[in-house]
């Protein structure tokens, strides 16, 4: 079976017509990471003296240096190293799920011309680690055609409405918060739908690290200089902040870049790593990635919907293994602020709904 990998690619340009193709960015990420350069050389494959010229060929285009040596300090980022690096970063957060579902539909129109493999799933979720971890696991299967497109909660529920989809994300919030996000999706549930377990997450607020700001509620987000960037519409990210802000009274349009909007979790912690923002909202799991410090403020479930029909489908079987595989949910265990919620087990939308309004009560 054919897979298509797509990355961004940047380069920088001057005005004399001389251009540099940011290859050593793997370079600058290992000198963070390790705080030296000869080790960091050798994380990223490069001798100590190709490490060297390729610093020195940087410098020389920008008319700054990107690390900084200090005898007996080893190495560390200058101000444009630590930028450049945080702009790939955030460059690569931001386009990632883009360029996945690109690489999908190719590989999909592919295949099927070859005929490599069985028809699968067509998975629509919104973007997460638990549903990234999950569809990288899904490619190792070639014997079917997975489609996994990272599409917001509410794109997601109507793709399955139209029958666009076999399986969409779903995400409803853990306690008094429930009751309002089901009534928000309530148009597009119905009787013959089947709920797939997966998994608990948390989100909250993401800052700086060591929380220079003195954040400590979602109150302080009103205060006028601190910078926020928040997920897209429609996102149930979004919703679980725009909950939250209505449960305390809170007036989301006093809140400095509430409109300011990304894509990804990670596209949200970059962006508050880059410095560019004071605060943002999302999971742990991404805030760590950056090195960020996270407020949890809500917890919630994060499950598979699908119609009945679709349980028969061949695939639907390979999809559920895949979920109950202690492999895999050792896995997901391992992300900061996910917690496995009986993965696989499927519920009749009735019960499932129950069991969140019987949570939405405590």
């Not at 190709?50 to 200058?78: M, S, V």
């Not at 929380?211 to 990210?237: C, K, Y």
């Not at 742990?284 to 403020?297: C, D, K, S, V």
């Amino acid at each position: 079976m054919i897979r298509i990998e797509i990355q961004p690619r940047w380069r920088f340009h001057q005005n004399d017509g001389s251009s540099l193709d940011p290859q050593g960015l793997a370079l600058l990420q290992a000198v963070h990471d390790t705080g030296k350069l000869t080790e960091a050389a050798a994380r990223a494959g490069y001798s100590y003296r190709h490490a060297w010229n390729l610093l020195g060929k940087w410098q020389e285009f920008f008319g700054t240096p990107l690390i900084i040596l200090e005898r007996g300090k080893g190495a560390h980022l200058a101000p444009l190293g630590e930028k450049l690096l945080w702009a790939d970063q955030r460059i690569r957060a931001r386009l990632s799920p883009q360029l996945d579902n690109l690489a999908g539909e190719l590989e999909l129109e592919l295949n099927r011309v070859l005929q490599a493999s069985n028809p699968g799933l067509r998975i629509h979720a919104s973007h997460g680690f638990a549903v990234a971890a999950l569809r990288e696991w899904l490619e190792q299967d070639s014997s079917w055609q997975w489609e996994v497109q990272f599409r917001s909660g509410s794109e997601a529920m109507i793709a399955l409405q139209r029958h666009d989809c076999e399986v969409a994300g779903l995400h409803v919030p853990s306690g008094p918060l429930g009751a309002l996000s089901m009534s928000r999706i309530q148009p597009w549930l119905r009787a013959d739908q089947r709920v797939i377990t997966f998994v608990v997450r948390t989100q909250g607020l993401i800052l700086a690290p060591g929380n220079p700001q003195g954040v400590h509620a979602l109150a302080d987000l009103l205060r006028g200089d601190l910078r926020f960037v928040n997920r897209e519409q429609g996102s149930g990210t979004r919703m679980l902040l725009e909950g939250l802000l209505r449960r305390d009274n809170l007036d989301s349009a006093a809140i400095n870049g509430f409109h300011n909007e990304e894509f990804t979790h990670a596209a949200v912690a970059a962006y508050v790593a880059s410095g560019m923002a004071d605060a943002g909202f999302g999971v742990e799991a991404a805030a760590r990635q950056f090195g960020l410090t996270f407020i949890p403020m809500a917890r919630e479930h994060y499950c598979l919907l699908c119609r009945e029909d679709s349980l028969q489908l061949p695939a639907m079987g390979a999809l559920l293994k895949v979920l109950q595989n202690p492999e895999f949910q050792a896995r997901i265990a391992q992300l900061p602020g996910y917690a496995l919620s009986r993965p696989g087990e499927v519920l009749p939308l009735t019960q499932a709904l129950e069991q969140w309004r019987k949570e939405s009560l405590l």
